[in-house]
């Protein structure tokens, strides 16, 4: 079977097909997925600029923004500013025994971004952050040689990886079949959201 790539160019050409709704719900569900990690970083962090209030009000908020359709610049800046002001540090992530803090906070100002924008970029950073995370976990788990000939297609194999990306790509081919109706596409988001808060705890797990 042939492993499963992230592909950038191949997710912006689905994702420039798609409203701005469903572009911040692909990267919430990536993003949700991904959020225990800030969350322990926050209990543990000796660090003072930490505030789990504001990325636990930000991805509420896109989820919430995406199923009602509706959008605050007022509200998505003010969230922003607050998620930005403590944006964790690489070296604090990894000083508090939470390697993927900074990557989960990022996911999160890059749903916040691409409700905002409604560029399909944001939604793709949020996404890469996710793959990054586990790809890098299975590197420095199993001490994988990326420079080796059948590093690469380890690591893409290796269930913790290949079960995000096929994750990502579950969620959007969702989205994709119920774009074409609002109130079918906001069952979806409901559906996805609850579905990646649950898949939250698993995301570095190799059960499928």
């Keep these: 079977m042939k492993s499963i790539e992230f592909s950038e160019s191949k997710l912006k050409e689905i994702l420039d097909q798609l409203p701005i709704e469903a572009q911040s719900a692909f990267a919430a569900s990536c993003a949700q997925r991904i959020f225990t990690c800030y ?29 009602a359709g509706n959008r605050d610049a007022i509200i998505i800046n003010g969230l922003l500013e607050r998620c930005m002001a403590v944006l964790p540090s690489e070296e604090d992530a990894w000083e508090s025994g939470t390697p993927y803090a900074e990557d989960s906070a990022a996911a999160i100002i890059y749903s916040l971004r691409s409700l905002a924008s409604g560029c399909p970029q944001e939604a793709i950073w949020a996404a890469k952050r996710v793959y990054e995370a586990v790809d890098n976990f299975v590197v420095n788990t199993y001490n994988v040689n990326t420079n080796a000939t059948d590093g690469e297609k380890f690591i893409l194999d290796h269930p913790i990886v290949s079960n995000e990306l096929s994750r990502q790509l579950r969620d959007l081919n969702e989205i994709i079949n119920s774009k074409r109706d609002s109130e079918s596409l906001k069952k979806t988001i409901k559906i996805i959201m609850e579905r990646s808060k649950s898949e939250s705890n698993d995301l570095f797990s190799e059960a499928t």
């Design 39 to 67: 969350v322990e970083y926050a209990r543990v962090t000796k660090s003072k600029r930490v505030d789990l209030d504001a990325y636990s009000e930000a991805i509420s908020y896109v989820w919430n923004a995406v199923i």
